[in-house]
């Protein structure tokens, strides 16, 4: 009986979508920020995914051409591997003939092309991670200012469910953006974790090749 006392007199289900109109404007910078951060997301996984294909045969068949002395055939490889270690390996075999030092520093530099065009949008995302939350409380604000200029211009005859609803209303944006800004968060940390793993996977390539660049000749 109790239960069914505590159905009756319940209020209605609160709508995400009724949520997101009371939000306001913010909202809909909110949603414009998780767009552009579930693009750069996909966008750059794709891209990063791509980029640490693994190819265990990369390396012995490079180190044949080499051997045998057909770097052209080394170079049309790497050019049909078309991943970042086989960029800078195609670097470096460009670069055989000079000092070691002179072959790794221009390796290097490949590499940090490279990083870099893989990481182009983190900024992105750590904006919006950072932003995000800040936006969302600054609705909040703006919503409460609200509130309280209502209550004043309604002075004595101000309902208590007046004002309650415009708190509520305006928390909602504090909730959105923490939601925005935590996606993102989790979103940036991740495809920093895949790039580091591909950055080892570079620098192991490029070690690989400068050990074979120091064997002794047979």
């Known amino acids: 009986m109790l239960l069914l006392q505590t159905a009756q007199t319940a209020g209605p289900e609160i709508s995400l979508w009724r949520l997101c109109l009371d939000g306001g404007w913010i909202m809909i910078v909110l949603a414009l920020l998780l767009a552009i951060c579930i693009y750069v997301f996909v966008e750059r996984a794709i891209v990063i995914g791509k980029a640490s294909r693994q190819d265990d045969t990369f390396m012995k068949r490079i180190k044949d051409y080499i051997h045998n002395g057909e770097i052209e055939s080394a170079g049309k490889l790497c050019d049909n ?32 092309l490279e990083v870099a065009a893989l990481s182009k949008g983190f900024t992105w995302l750590a904006t919006i991670a950072a932003a995000a939350p800040m936006i969302g409380f600054l609705g909040t604000v703006i919503g409460m200012v609200q509130s309280f200029y209502a209550i004043a211009q309604s002075g004595s005859s101000a309902q208590i469910g007046d004002f309650a609803g415009g708190i509520y209303t305006a928390l909602v944006t504090t909730v959105a953006g923490l939601i925005v800004g935590i996606i993102a968060m989790f979103a940036y940390n991740y495809l920093v974790s895949r790039l580091n793993a591909t950055m080892n996977h570079m620098e192991a390539r490029t070690m690989d090749f400068m050990d074979l660049l120091n064997e002794p000749a047979k």
């Open 81 to 112: 591997t078309d991943t970042p270690y086989s960029r800078l390996i195609a670097k470096g075999l460009t670069r055989i003939g000079r000092p070691m030092n002179d072959v790794l520093v221009t390796i290097e530099n490949t590499g940090n």
